[in-house]
T-cell receptor, first 113, second 113 residues
Framework: DAKTTQPPSMDCAEGRAANLPCNHS???????VYWYRQIHSQGPQYIIH???NNETNEMASLIITEDRKSSTLILPHATLRDTAVYYC??????????????FGQGTELSVKP | DGGITQSPKYLFRKEGQNVTLSCEQN?????MYWYRQDPGQGLRLIYY???????QKGDIAEGYSVSREKKESFPLTVTSAQKNPTAFYLC????????????FGNGTRLTVT
């Protein structure tokens, strides 16, 4: 699975959009990009995933560059409850493959009033 | 509500003792996983099971054992052979097809002294 690089920390004002970048320059054509977040002392929570098209759900939007070497997770209107560590993961998806997600250090997002 | 229950939330043991961490899910998921998280680190896969009565080693299986006698249960035993057992342990599940997001429990924090 390809390695990802994320900034260790970011701040965001409450109500503003939070844009979290992820670099995955060695991604291969069959690897998906996943985003999870982890609030302190809780289990990670799935946010969104995509292959090459931009994706949106009720939690966030995922923008993947055309060359797929980087992506951005967008929280459109950040709240204090969005304060968490955000993990960007890339992995090949095979039917019945074990959940061998490789979590890096992630980005610690602090949403401030 | 469906979900994953890990118990207890905090566990203390003396060095040399085996300890079993509980993980139960009522999501009807086929696959279950155990991860370990150390302070400031990402998650590392210990064991996973894609079907009842079958399981595979993850990246750091040494010193751990598991069983999968029922679909809803996947207990993890931390044996005395595990050199550094103090950690935050997370159980997860999904439907077994690789693209599906992992659902995590809220973890058990094990301290061995």
């Amino acid at each position: 699975d390809a390695k990802t690089t994320q900034p260790p920390s970011m701040d965001c004002a409450e109500g503003r959009a939070a844009n979290l970048p992820c670099n995955h320059s060695t991604i291969s054509g069959n690897e998906y990009v996943y985003w999870y977040r982890q609030i302190h002392s809780q289990g990670p929570q799935y946010i969104i995933h995509g292959l090459k098209n931009n994706e949106t759900n009720e939690m966030a939007s995922l923008i993947i560059t055309e060359d797929r070497k980087s992506s951005t997770l967008i929280l459109p209107h950040a709240t204090l409850r969005d304060t968490a560590v955000y993990y960007c993961i890339v992995r090949v998806v095979y039917y019945n493959q074990g959940g061998k997600l490789i979590f890096g250090q992630g980005t610690e997002l602090s949403v401030k009033p | 509500d469906g979900g994953i229950t890990q118990s207890p939330k905090y566990l203390f043991r003396k060095e040399g003792q085996n300890v079993t961490l509980s993980c139960e899910q009522n999501l009807n998921h086929d696959a279950m996983y155990w991860y370990r998280q150390d302070p400031g680190q990402g998650l590392r896969l210990i064991y996973y099971s894609q079907i009842v009565n079958d399981f595979q080693k993850g990246d750091i299986a040494e010193g751990y054992s598991v069983s999968r006698e029922k679909k809803e249960s996947f207990p993890l035993t931390v044996t005395s052979a595990q050199k550094n057992p103090t950690a935050f342990y997370l159980c997860a599940s999904n439907t077994g097809t690789g693209r599906r997001a992992l659902h995590f429990g809220n973890g058990t924090r094990l301290t061995v002294t």
